[in-house]
């Protein structure tokens, strides 16, 4: 925890909201110093009352009485609001230095980190501070002074009565503290019982076509029983807790208030007090009750803030493996590429051994090999996702260690297996929601590629809205759009990790005019499952077990007899190797 606040992460974020932080402190002093005032003014109307003095005065006592409630009500409510969008503005400056981290970090951390994690770092951990920020300075802080406050006033009234509230209020922080944990752990139990639960049904529904093709849906049910248990028994014992606890609390108080009602009844009858200060006695020991509970229970929270800290601030510290190089520049146009003696693995087990490779500018070389023979893998060295363990790949004779990032990967086109589209419009997916590319520019880019009649099929054109709730794209249509947002970047080099599903003609057709056009004074790099794709190639090479098994121009290999692509090709097979 101490770490976490010695690097100054509080402190990074709080400062530029000072002026929040202090209208905040001057806030809460004021509602306290309200608050702690009121029972004392009470205590004169009572003491006022008995001594019969003019209804004048008692009114103007009365009417003090209520100016101040009223405005220690104003005051927690302004409180609040300024905590909240104290804790929201300093959050959120770091929920954006996440974001932006997240973003930079290498795609090895992306595979070693689900999405479903990286969320809770930067929203889940990132709320539980702000609500640190909040509750930290309003509950524990204002609390604590409070309570402070109320001790040192019951002191000042008589020395009995403050040594007997300070001695409860220990005692009940105390107990208080130990039973909130029991209650908090309880509750937390639940919580994980419920996400489990909502874990399972996300899993299942997002899975319900394999599930019912499977005939497994009444197992799944027999799971949901199972979680069900889980989070009716840990949700019972949970609210039992919290029940036990504030009826406990409330017996506790019954107690604190009885014991100051005794001691001011003896002190009010041998004269030491007035009635009057008996009254604001027992107010004030009611008025331990909401800090004291506060204190108890925030304790908890506070310990899941810290974890937050902690675990906000080693992502931050997070480095990425793969940083610019010192900016060489690659040549224009068409870029020749040169896979060097590569050696690579992504953990221990090598991926790709000894694999060399050199293909000239403008000409297309065609990659088969059997699932796992690391094609893909291929892809990621030329875009730099990874560095390569031996050897080097150049890019137009440039080491792609020594060009800048942005640079490489502007010239570097690629189309994944698995094309990713965002909820958004057909516009928004072309442009990756570059606001500054003009209608024309993406309706011309369409034209080239052969795709004004298939734009012309969605509903909307350019406004049709895809991902999620929108219009569903087959496989093969959601290719297409990457093969234009390709286009639109106008790379050197192109590297088309195709999918491995099979497609409708019709849209295999445009697939394959698409293609054509993109790898038009281009160099390109295509992973090919289907006979088409591999056609277009001037030469293939067929990877096995991370090795180049065979290389070789199209029409040579197609014509040995003994060649595996000869075979396959006979097969009707490129992509399977079988
Ligand atoms: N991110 C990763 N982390 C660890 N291992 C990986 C990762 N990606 C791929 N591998 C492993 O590397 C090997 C090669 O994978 P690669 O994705 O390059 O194969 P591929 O030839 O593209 O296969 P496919 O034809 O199925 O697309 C496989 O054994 C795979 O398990
Ligand atoms: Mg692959």
């Not at 107010?283 to 509970?293: A, N, V």
């Not at 496989?475 to 297409?480: I, K, V």
């Not at 019709?506 to 591999?534: N, Y």
Request: aromatic share 6%; hydrophobic share 50%.
């Amino acid at each position: 925890m101490s770490s976490a606040f010695d690097r100054g992460l509080l402190t990074t974020y709080l400062r530029p909201q000072l002026r929040r932080a202090v209208l905040l402190a001057v806030l809460l002093l004021a509602g306290i110093a309200l608050q702690l005032a009121n029972p004392l003014i009470a205590r004169s109307f009572i003491d006022g009352a008995q001594a019969g003095r003019p209804s004048a005065q008692l009114l103007r006592l009365a009417a003090m009485f209520t100016t101040v409630a009223l405005a220690t009500q104003v005051a927690t409510i302004a409180e609040t609001y300024v905590a909240v969008d104290l804790g929201w503005r300093a959050t959120n400056a770091l929920r954006v230095d996440l974001t932006r981290r997240v973003l930079e970090l290498d795609y090895s951390f992306h595979t070693a980190h689900n999405p479903g994690e990286l969320v809770e770092r930067v929203d889940g951990d990132v709320s539980a501070i702000a609500g640190f920020f909040s509750r930290f300075v309003v509950h524990v802080l204002g609390n604590a002074v409070f309570l402070l406050g109320v001790v040192a006033v019951l002191l000042t009234v008589d020395w009995r009565i403050g040594a007997l509230m300070a001695a409860f209020a220990a005692v009940a922080l105390v107990v208080m503290s130990r039973a909130g944990g029991f209650v908090g752990r309880r509750s937390r139990l639940a919580r994980v019982a419920a996400g489990s639960l909502s874990g399972f049904l996300e899993e299942r529904l997002g899975g319900l076509a394999d599930l019912k093709a499977c005939g497994a849906d009444a197992y799944a049910l027999g799971e949901l029983h199972q979680h069900m248990d889980a989070r009716y028994a840990t949700t019972r014992s949970s609210v039992l807790a919290a029940s036990s606890f504030s009826a406990s609390v409330s017996m506790l108080f019954v107690a604190g208030t009885g014991a100051a009602l005794v001691l001011g009844a003896a002190l009010a009858r041998s004269g030491a007090v007035t009635v009057g200060t008996v009254f604001a006695v027992v107010r004030y020991t009611t008025m331990l009750r909401y800090p004291l509970e506060q204190l108890s229970r925030q304790m908890n929270s506070l310990q899941q803030a810290a974890g937050g800290i902690v675990r906000v601030r080693e992502l931050l510290d997070t480095e990425r493996q793969i940083v610019d190089g010192p900016g060489a520049t690659l040549p224009s146009g068409p870029l020749s590429f040169e896979i060097d003696s590569v050696t690579f693995a992504y953990g221990k087990k090598p991926v790709l051994r000894d694999v060399s490779l050199r293909v000239e500018a403008g000409e297309v070389v065609g990659v088969l090999g059997r699932t796992g023979s690391g094609k893909t893998t291929i892809t990621r060295l030329l875009f730099r996702l990874h560095d390569v363990g031996a050897g080097a790949v150049r890019i137009g004779g440039v080491d792609v260690r020594s060009a800048r990032l942005d640079e490489l990967r502007s010239r570097v086109g690629l189309v994944t297996q698995d094309v990713q589209l965002f909820e958004g419009t057909v516009r928004d997916n072309l442009a990756l929601f570059d606001r500054r590319v003009p209608d024309e520019r993406l309706l011309a880019v369409l034209s080239e590629l052969g795709l004004d009649e298939w734009l012309g099929r969605l509903s909307e054109g350019l406004d049709t809205i895809l991902g999620s709730g929108g219009a569903g794209l087959s496989a093969g249509e959601g290719q297409l759009v990457a093969l234009a947002r390709v286009f639109l970047a106008d790379p050197g080099i192109v590297v088309l990790d195709e999918a491995s599903s099979r497609l409708d003609p019709a849209t295999e057709r445009l697939l394959d005019r698409a293609v054509t056009r993109l790898l038009d004074g281009r160099t390109g790099v295509v992973i090919a499952h289907r006979i088409p794709t591999v056609d277009r190639a001037d030469r293939v090479v067929v990877l096995e077990g991370g090795r180049v098994v065979e290389s070789g121009s199209r029409a040579d290999l197609a014509a040995d007899p003994g060649s595996r692509f000869a075979g396959l090709r006979r097969l009707g097979l490129t992509g399977a190797l079988a």
